[in-house]
Structure formats: structure tokens, C-alpha cells
Nanobody, 123 residues
């Protein structure tokens, strides 16, 4: 498993941008697919974006509608989530996750999780 630490969350106005970062420890980072999930108060954790272990394949939840971009830098053990045109409904705790499964939209497919970073979008 890998250890994950997210950063980059904060308070932003609607229409603004944030870039979340996830730092991973461990020499096997490059063998893991990575994903971002989020959880808003009173709601279940939901899939946001996924990137394959080499970075060639990316998948997004429909609500991202081209606003979010996931990327990774295996040489730096980092994963990023660039979020543009943020909306109040994007307010949530965002989690970074690592896994080797194939059901990339399912949280159960990921064995390692960070502690989360809060994103708050004001209207």
C-alpha cells in the first residue's frame, strides 16, 4: 500500500479554480491507478476522476463536464486535480485514493486513502 496526503483545498468563489495535490509515499506508486473522490455533508462518497498507472487513461464523473483535469507525475509520486469553473455544489471533502482494481468508479476498488482536503465554494 501507499500513504497518501492531500493538499490544496480551501475557500474559493464560484467560477474560481483550485488545484489539489496528492503526495504518495512508497516506491510502488507508479504501479497504482489513482483517483479522486469527494464527500459532501450528508451525502455518500462519490467518484470524481481516475487516472491509470501510466497516466494514459483518464475517466471522469459526468458532473465534471470538462471542468476538472486529473494528472500524475510518477517521478514525483504526485497526483493532481485541477478544478476550474467551480460551483457551490462542488463543496466537499476531496479524497485521493490508490488501487489496482478495474471498477474505477467504486470506492471499494481502492485500498489506500488520504485524510481528505476541504474544498468550499461560495456563491
Amino acid at each position: 500500500q501507499v500513504q497518501l496526503v492531500e493538499s490544496g483545498g480551501g475557500l474559493v468563489q464560484a467560477g474560481g479554480s483550485l488545484r489539489l495535490s496528492c503526495a504518495a509515499s512508497g516506491r510502488t506508486f507508479g504501479s497504482y491507478a489513482m483517483a479522486w473522490f469527494r464527500q459532501a455533508p450528508g451525502k455518500e462518497r462519490e467518484f470524481v476522476a481516475h487516472i491509470s498507472w501510466r497516466g494514459f487513461g483518464t475517466y471522469y464523473a459526468d458532473f465534471t463536464t470538462g471542468r476538472f483535469t486529473i494528472s500524475r507525475a510518477n517521478g514525483k509520486n504526485m497526483v493532481y486535480l485541477q478544478m476550474n469553473s467551480l460551483k457551490p455544489e462542488d463543496t466537499a471533502v476531496y479524497y485521493c485514493a490508490a488501487g489496482r482494481g478495474t471498477n474505477y468508479r467504486e470506492a471499494a476498488d481502492y485500498g489506500s486513502w488520504g485524510q481528505g482536503t476541504q474544498v468550499t465554494v461560495s456563491s
